[in-house]
Each structure stands twice: as C-alpha cells, then as structure tokens.
C-alpha cells in the first residue's frame, strides 16, 4: 500500500493571487493526475504527468501550471485564482498499465 | 472524444431495495475498460469496480456491474441497499492507453433512508 497526502487542506487565497498546491507520494507510482471536482460536473482533469518532468495538459488546463521534478511529487499552480473556480482538487497516482487511480484527500480552494 | 453519461444527480432508495446506477458511454476505440469509484463523505474517491471484458459479471462489496458493448453501457447494481450505501458514484472509462487517463461521468449521489 501507500499514502498520498495533499498540502494545504484548505486554501484560501485573494482574487487573482497565484496560489500553489501539492501533492506528494509513495506507491513509486509512474503517473500522476490532478482533478478539479465541482458538485454535479465530476471529475474533470487538469494535468497529467506519466513520469518525472513530463506533463500533459487535460480537458481543464487554462488557468492552471503544473510541476512534476521528482517522481513522488507533482505541483498544480492556480496562475490567477478566480471565484468560479472554487473547488476540491484531487491529486490521483496510478502504476504502470494504470488501471486504478488513488486518490488524496484533496485540497478544497476558496477565492475570496 | 470519450464521453460518460450517468443517472443524473440524486437518487433516493430506502433501505432493502434494490437499485440501478446507470452508465452509458460513446468512444470510437474498441479496447476499453471500466470502472466504478465511490466516494464516501469527506473521503477520498476509492475503486469500488473495473472490468474490460464484455458481458461478464464483475462483483465487490455486494455491488455488480457487466461490461456490454452492443449497448454501450456498464450500469452499477445492487439488490439489497445498506444505509452505508449512501455515497457518490463515478463511472469512468479508459481508452486503452497505458497512461491510465480516465474519462469520468458527472457522478451519481445516492441515498438510502430507513
């Protein structure tokens, strides 16, 4: 097994600040994923990274940068944080052949 | 591109019933696979189901689904709701890459009362 934790939890930032979440692991998992979850839009995603320093846009990159220098860890940067984007962000890992995703308790942004 | 349709929002069983989440999808690749996640209040979402294979029976927790092709569809059933039941669903599809990239439905609420 592993874990995947989240940083912050909660995050509360200004209108138009540029705000950073993190998500670390340790399954030793190839691919990491980041997800936006709006109630009664599912998960839509945002980035995706098959390895250390790859990185792939999903259905909901504009807006959002992200990072992926070491393998246990994958960064998504909120470039100009918005108030209709106040969501739950969920990073997810999965192995190679990648048929399961875990999922992390999740980063929950408010804009203010 | 791929898409998932589920049973929109709210669905509302009492406890002892049985019950029918559904799941249809539209993708032009052939090898494709399936999955169920849950998600409990508070919680993480968790793989509840997969399966790849058409027309086959797959079961966890007291929940099944089949894979069918001919319809498109991969529909989550249960014949006896618990209270602890009560959760959102996500049907999710996987086109066959080995990136492990998921296409997910709106997700599904369900509710069981006493």
Not at chain 1, 24 to 30: G, K, L, P
Not at chain 1, 87 to 96: D, I, K, P, Q
Request: glycine residues 10%; hydrophobic residues 30%.
């Amino acid at each position: 097994g592993g874990i995947i934790t989240q940083t912050p939890k909660f995050l509360i930032g200004q209108e138009g600040q540029k705000l950073t979440l993190k998500c670390q692991q340790n399954f030793n998992h190839d691919t990491m994923y980041w997800y936006r979850q709006d109630s009664g839009k599912g998960l839509r995603l945002i980035y995706y990274s098959i390895t250390e320093n790859d990185l792939q846009k999903g259905d909901l990159s504009e807006g959002y940068d992200a990072s992926r220098e070491k393998k246990s860890s994958f960064s998504l940067t909120v470039t100009s944080a918005q108030k209709n984007e106040m969501a739950v962000f969920l990073c997810a890992t999965s192995g190679w052949g990648g048929f399961e995703q875990y999922f992390g308790p999740g980063t929950r942004l408010t804009v203010l | 591109g791929d898409s998932v349709t589920q049973t929109e929002g709210l669905v509302t069983v009492t406890e002892g019933l049985p019950v029918m989440l559904n799941c249809t999808y539209q993708t032009a690749y052939s090898d494709v696979a399936f999955f169920w996640y849950v998600q409990y209040l508070n919680e993480a979402p968790k793989l509840l189901l997969r399966s790849s294979t058409d027309n086959k029976r797959t079961e966890h927790q007291g929940f099944h689904a089949t894979l069918h092709k001919s319809s498109s569809s991969f529909h989550l059933q249960k014949s006896s709701v618990q209270l602890s039941d009560s959760a959102l669903y996500y049907c999710a599809l996987n086109t066959g890459a080995n990136t492990g990239k998921l296409t997910f439905g709106h997700g599904t609420i369900l509710r069981v009362h006493p």
